[in-house]
């Protein structure tokens, strides 16, 4: 797989996946949602930290500002990182699964990274009413920007039996973590290495196999012409 056709599956996920946050960001008031069946729902949310919605500032005795601001620029090094080696990678010509998954991560990496840097510039906020592209009172600053997530598949949504201990009535539900398709592409990428690691990983380059005459092989001497 060349560098053109990394760059290709790269920019259809970027499209893919900007185009999905800024409808989502400009159709849908903040905690708005849409079932599409029962076990999927469009449900828009915005994670001002990193997975899971985790923050800096909940470990360490800083703001939820300057927390931000460290993350966004810790993604921004990785995502250099992460560039590097799929420039390395296709440069030594490896595996195709190889160059894939890491053209996945990077894509996944870099449409988050988009949110976190620019989208506090460009959006107003979503509380109680739809957000304004291009909007005059922006929400944030530079650096400072929110991934909008909005994926949501709560496959099981029940209540534990009242008989089980300590959890007994309280409601149960599978996979509550909303997502985007960023997220989608970084672990599909991961999965894909974790899965096919031996094939990602492998030697592309057939080595070539000798020969060797066996002790039963007769050696083979054309006719000497008298």
């Not at 390395?88 to 010509?93: F, G, L, T």
């Not at 449409?111 to 957000?131: C, E, K, Q, R, T």
């Not at 008989?163 to 970084?186: H, L, M, Q, S």
């Not at 000798?210 to 050696?219: A, H, I, M, R, Y």
């Amino acid at each position: 797989m060349n560098l053109k056709k990394s760059i290709l599956l790269i920019v259809l996920i970027l499209l893919v996946d900007q185009w999905s946050k800024i409808y989502i960001k400009t159709n849908f008031v903040l905690g708005e949602s849409v079932d599409v069946f029962n076990w999927f729902k469009i449900l828009f949310i915005e994670n001002e930290g990193a997975a899971w919605g985790a923050k800096l500032s909940d470990v360490l005795p800083i703001s939820d500002a300057t927390g931000k601001l460290i993350l966004t620029i810790f993604r921004l090094f990785a995502i250099f990182g992460i560039g590097y080696w799929l420039y390395d990678v296709v440069r030594k010509k490896s595996s195709k699964t190889l160059i894939v998954a890491v053209s996945l991560i990077f894509a996944g990496a870099l449409g988050n990274i988009l949110d976190s840097v620019f989208y506090g510039l460009l959006f107003d906020d979503s509380y109680n009413h739809v957000a304004t592209l291009f909007s005059d009172e922006p929400y944030g600053k530079l650096f400072h920007g929110k991934v909008v997530d909005m994926l949501y598949f709560p496959l099981v949504d029940t209540t534990w039996p009242e008989w089980v201990p300590k959890v007994g009535g309280k409601n149960f539900r599978f996979f509550e973590p909303v997502f985007n398709i960023a997220d989608t592409a970084i672990s599909t990428g991961v999965g894909i290495l974790l899965v096919f690691n031996k094939r990602a990983f492998g030697n592309n380059n057939e080595e070539e196999k000798v020969v060797e005459p066996t002790e039963n092989q007769e050696d083979y001497r054309e006719p000497v012409k008298e």
